[in-house]
């Protein structure tokens, strides 16, 4: 099993440039998590996916999109990059079913920078 | 304030040290803890739950304190391989999404 993983590993955009990170898993978990990390700042979650079909915004949804249209697979979109948004980003799984015990899983990031 | 508060570091300590990090929370109605653990330029991974009776697994040990709303990892002879940003995390009331803390930075020297 390759558990979470990511694409792609680094980027650089310039400012108003779009793109889409890709994130997948093979563990037949129902939940996926978007988060960024920034230094002092933790992780902050983006958006996240409670199953197939399904999307919900986090803690700091502006100016991204997702898309889960298969169950392994969710994708984070940006329409028009812009320098704040540098920064890393993790994806991550978990079964879903209980909250207080469940484990996320996360992928190996991506480092995004804009310019 | 924040939600999950922690004492950025970063903390040096000798191979062999016994070393706390503390952690507070916000929200009174918070149901489930955990530490991460996350090494330099790597993604987080689970290093254990919380339980309120507290819990030990090896040479890590976890504390909660609900009236004080904070919680607490333990270290007991520090390894190298210790070395690592440990993450405080807070699963929120009702709330299905976890909040992290920023990390509390832990180095061992040999």
């Known amino acids: 099993n390759a558990g979470v993983t990511q694409t792609p590993k680094f980027r650089v955009l310039k400012t108003g440039q779009s793109m889409t990170l890709l994130c997948a898993q093979d563990m037949n978990h129902e939940y996926m998590y978007w988060y960024r990390q920034d230094p002092g700042m933790g992780l902050r979650l983006i958006h996240y996916?409670?199953?197939?079909?399904?999307?919900a915004k986090g803690e700091v949804p502006d100016g991204y999109n997702v898309s889960r249209l298969k169950k392994q697979n969710f994708l984070l979109g940006l329409e028009s990059a812009a320098p704040s948004q540098t920064s890393v980003y993790f994806c991550a799984s978990s079964l879903g079913h209980t909250p207080s015990t469940d484990t996320q899983y996360f992928g190996p990031g991506t480092r995004l920078t804009v310019l | 304030r924040k939600e999950v508060e922690q004492d950025p570091g970063p903390f040096n300590v000798p191979e062999g040290a016994t070393v706390a990090f503390n952690c507070t929370y916000s929200?009174?109605?918070?149901?489930?803890f955990f530490w991460y653990r996350q090494d330099c330029r790597k993604e987080p991974k689970l290093l254990m739950s919380v339980y309120s009776s507290g819990n030990e697994d090896g040479r890590f040990t976890a504390q909660l304190n609900r009236a004080s709303q904070y919680i607490s990892l333990l270290i007991r002879d520090s390894k190298l391989s210790d070395s690592a940003t440990y993450l405080c995390v807070v699963l929120p009331g009702s709330a299905r999404q976890l909040t992290f803390g920023s990390g509390t930075q832990l180095t061992v020297l040999p």
């Open positions: 996916s409670v199953g197939e079909g399904t999307t």
């Open positions: 929200n009174s109605a918070s149901q489930s």
